[in-house]
Every structure is written in structure tokens, then in C-alpha cells.
């Protein structure tokens, strides 16, 4: 019974130690962005491999989201005869909901494992720690850029997400079913608002980011530098990500339209 | 032979690092023990003791990669437990430290590497970084290696860049994590000559851990055992082998039982079989 007790105190306190750590971690690695040309330049390289390379596997699934989305709105649409609606639906579906989430398990299954991976090999190789010794902040010049272009490339990836899903829409709907391109197009125009729509799913991208990147650098910078420990970390990352963008997403529904 | 001597004012001055009643433990296990040591300036040191005893940890103390529980470690003077983070930062550029694997970054090619430190502290143009860093690649040997990959090179050949990386901002003391390890004989031979060069040419103060005896004794000015989170012994390499205590002849000889077990700590061997 007192083991017990003891080892749900010392698992408590691990877990709230980590929490603190990674607090003081992101404290100092969203901070410690250097804001000049060399700076710069390791930004735009962490966007390029964070956001260019997520590209493709965002825009062919954002495609073939939005094509499923409008067959599956038109089989159930067309019984009540108001299949022009699959525009409306496609759109606020990705836009509000699965542009964001969609985007943001994507983001981390591929660039949030693969920076977990990348950050736990250099401390497992002693190149954070060489760099450490040559009075170089890992923190400000590896942790940094990549934690930014994370922040950065999210929204802007699950906007591309849901942009394409409704092309992928108009793709099914219109140029398979035969659904009026007018109606497709006045239909989505009329129902979807801007502010309570796209500004609330953007708002969604852009915690999702914070929240994907944050865990995806920190499990790296605090894995047990062995094989071992950074397979265990890449899963934490995934795992992680996952379960906070599947639950932030129903807290952040209920705030904004509940 | 010298265990924890009370230093005089003379020997004081003339140490880089003086580390005093240095506690440092990990979990339950003491590393280090009320641990009392010297490193003379402009000279080589090499710390030498079984493995697992925490010499890299030593290292790590020194550069203020972790904090000990308890003592001082006077850097040139100054107490590293007490520098804050940018403090810190700054003290480091004036320490180089080669680590076991090389830890070279594996996205930058041979020249960018060592060119890394330069380009981090300095405002150089580009044509000096040029020149410094061929300089620094040719005293280790790689000047014809600067469009390499680390990935490409071999074992001695990364210890190497590594070595001029560390070098490249002109240190005042460089921190060697068992050079030796795993190195065939010519490289082994090579860093050797190195160490010793460098140390030399450039007026270094350097301190090297190693368990490779014959290697370390035959390069290093003054040499310093430990066991059990304490100086056993120290000196000049002849002063070592002239050593009586049994712990010291021990290490030196590689005699495999002695005052450090064989055995890990264990219940009676027979009990254990037979229940």
C-alpha cells in the first residue's frame, strides 16, 4: 500500500518536473530566436524543411479529404434533393475542423517525429553538448529555429489543407456528380463567415502549432540520449501531438461554437 | 606520491583549475567525494582512473555542463558553480573540449565545422575565416579534407577535425574526453603527437581523460589518479610509478583484483547458488 503511494508520488512529481522543464524550455527557445541575418537564414532553412517538404503529403491528403467529404455530402444530400449544399458542407467541414486537426496530425507524424529525431541524434552524438562547450546556446541556434518554424508554417499548412479540400470538393461535386458549379460556389460564399469561420479554424492552426512543435523539440531535447531513448521519444512526440490537437480541438469547438 | 596535499601559494598560482571539496553525486551513487585536485597552467594533466568513475563527469563539472552538489572549481580564479548562463557562455569560449565520438555536425562538411566557432563569435570576413580555418586543418593534417562530410571520414580522421574545431578560437584550455579510445595505433600515435604540439606551439593549458595508461604517462607533465571519488594519487609520471599504494599500483600495472574488486558487489557466491 505505501509503495504504492510512493510511486504515484514520485511518477506525480516526474511528471511535474518534465511539465516545469519543458515550461523553462520553451521559455527560453521562443525568446532565444536570434533576430538578425544569421538568425534569419537558420529560420528560413527550418521553414523550408518543416513546411516545403510537409507540403505534398498536406496537399494530396487535404485532396482526397475534400474529395471524400463532397461524395459521402452528396450520397446523403441528394436524398433530400439539396445536393448544391455539398460546397457549403465541404467548406465548413475542412475549414472549421478538419483543416486544422487533419493538418496538424499530419504536421505531426511528419516534420513534429522527424524533429524529435533530428534533435535527439544531435544529443545523443554530443552535438549539443560540443555545441554547449563552444559557448553556442543549443537553445537559441538549434531549439529556436525549428520551434518558429513550426509556429509559423501550421496555420499556413492547414490553410493549404482545407483550400485544396475544396477544390478536391468541387472536383467530385461538380465535375463527377454534376452538381451546379453556381450553386457549389453561392452556397459556400453565403454560409461561411469569415471571423467565426476561418479566423476561429486559424486560430485552432495556430495553438495546434504552438502545442506540435513544443512537444516535438522538447521530447527531443529531453530524450535518453541512446537508440533506445530516441525511439521512445519519436513515439511520445506522435503520441503526444496526437491526443493534445484530438482534445484541444473539442475544448477550443466548445469555447468558440458551442 | 601526494594525496590531498595542502597546497602551498606557489603551486596555487601556478594552477589553471583547482577544484576543492568537490560532492557531485548521481542518484545514490557518489561520484565524486569531497574530491581535492589541481591542474598546473601551460601544462598537459592527463586524469586517469577506472571506468565508470566518473572522469567524463569531471569534464563536464569544469566546462559548468552540470552543477555539482557541492565545492568550488576555480577556473583561472573564478568559480564556474557560481557563473549565471551568459557568464557562462562567455567563459566557454576560451575553453575547447574534443568530445569522445568528435561530435562534429553532421550537416555541415569539414571546413564548416571548424569554421562553426569562428563564424559563432567572431566578425570575421569571410576571406580570414578562409584562412584561419585551412590553417587550423593543416596543423592536424585534413587541410586537403575541407570538403568532406563527417560521415565520410574516418574514426582518427574525425577526432582530428574535431581537434582543429576546438582550436580554432585559440583557447586557453582544451578538455580532452578519452582521445584515445578506439583509435588504431597510427592515429593513436598522430593525436599523441598532437596533444603534445599543440600544447606546446600555442602556450595551452591541457587536461586530458584517459584510461589508456601507457598513452597518457608518456605525453602528459603531471597525472592524476582516481578511485572512489577521490585523488589517489598525483604527480609526475615517474613520481607515479615510484608509488607504493596499492590502489595506484593496481591501476598503473592493470592488475585485474585488488583494492578495486573484481566482483561487483554481491551477496556470497554459494548462497547465491545453492539458495
Redesign the interface.
Known sequence: MVDFFIKVGRSGLEYSSALGRSGLFLFHSVFGLMLNLKGLRLLVHQLYKVGVLSLVIIVVSGLFIGMVLALQGYSILVDYGSEQAVGQMVALTLVRELGPVVAALLFAGRAGSALTAEIGLMKATEQLSSMEMMGVDPLKRVIAPRLWAGFITMPILAAIFSAVGVFGGLLVGVDWLGVYEGSFWANMQSSVDFKEDVLNGMIKSIVFGVVCSWIAVFQGYDSEPTSEGISIATTKTVVYSSLSVLGLDFLLTAVMFG | MIIDRPMDRDKLLDSYIKITGLNFARGHRAIFNGANLNIPRGKVTAIMGPSGIGKTTLL?LI?G?IKPDSGEILLNGRDVTKFKRREL?????K???L???G????DLSVYENVA??L???TKLPEDMIRDIVLMKLHAVGLRGARDLMPSELSGGMTRRV?LA?TIA?DPELILYDEPFAGQDPIAMGVLVQLIRLLNDALGLTSVLVSHDITESLSICDHAIIIADGQVIGEGAPSELRKSESPLVKQFLNGLPDGPVPFHFPATNYRTDLLG
Open positions: 563536464r566546462g555542463q557562455f562567455d567563459a566557454r569560449k575553453i575547447g573540449m568530445f569522445q565520438s561530435a562534429l555536425f553532421t562553426f566557432p563564424r559563432a563569435h574535431a574545431r578560437l
